[in-house]
């Protein structure tokens, strides 16, 4: 069967092996786990051929360098809500910018939050009901002191979706 294949390896294939902090046997693992985070130690040792120990042992090690944060469902966003997405940039007066992110940071409609080089400050990726719902937050949550634009693009369509939110 074979390890499983995912974007690691490609995006990580161009990288010289010694600088990597993580080896070959490490990053089938990890797209191992991309790819079914329930799968137990001793599915994975099957499918690698290794040891259950070994697949054990690396998980930890990975773990313990903060290379696996953590373990999560990949919620489909789209199959539970008619969501709107938005990436809404915003050009910040330069001393306000951490009280402007730190306040934008606690948003429930927030997905990401980005600092940005360019034309604008920070980038917000985020998800709405409602184009109501997003007019109602560019009206009233960005209108707070720092804030000297914004520009809102809608996103129509995915070509590559985000496979964290299905959108």
Known sequence: ???????????WKQLDKTLRPVDDLDLAILCALRENARISN?????????????????????EEKGIIRGYAAL???????NSVKAFIYLKVDRKHIDDVANTLKKENRLI??????????????????SMQELQDFVDNKLSMEGIISSVTHVVASAYKPCEWVGL
């Open 1 to 11: 069967m074979g390890p499983p294949k995912c974007s690691l390896i490609e995006r």
């Open 42 to 62: 001793l599915e994975l040792a099957k499918l690698l051929g290794i040891s259950e120990a070994t697949v054990r042992r690396r998980i930890k090690i990975m």
């Open 75 to 81: 919620v489909n966003c789209y199959g539970v809500e």
């Open 112 to 129: 990401t939050l980005y600092r940005i080089l360019g034309d604008y400050d920070l980038l917000c990726e985020c998800l709405f009901l």
